[in-house]
Nanobody, 111 residues
């Protein structure tokens, strides 16, 4: 199974981005899924998670600005990011409960 993130880029503070994470390869049914972010030299930080039945959890730093969602039919995970701040700059990764990780997509927010 491969998880492939997309949707990152460079945006000004206050802007929005929508990240996607698509699963490909072997047959895969999404269970709980998580978005992490990491900057060089720092530990990965949990950003948002969603369970198989749709329950969500967010880091305090993104509550009210980010929304995690999923489309099980498309085997795709999303992260809508609004009112972005420079401190949101990081490589964003999606991860599956089974231990699969994507390669990440870079988000850079300029001030």
């Amino acid at each position: 199974v491969q998880l492939v993130e997309s949707g990152g880029g460079l945006v000004q503070a206050g802007g929005s981005l929508r990240l996607s994470c698509a699963a490909a390869g072997s047959p895969f049914t999404m269970d709980s899924m998580t978005w992490y972010r990491q900057n060089t030299g720092k530990e990965a930080e949990l950003v948002a998670a969603i369970s198989s039945d749709g329950h969500t959890h967010y880091a305090n730093s993104v509550k009210g600005r980010f929304t995690i969602s999923r489309d099980d039919a498309k085997i795709t995970l999303y992260l809508q990011m609004n009112n972005l701040k420079p401190e949101d700059t990081a490589m964003y990764y999606c991860a599956a409960l089974e231990g699969y990780w994507g390669r990440g997509t870079q988000v850079t927010v300029s001030s």
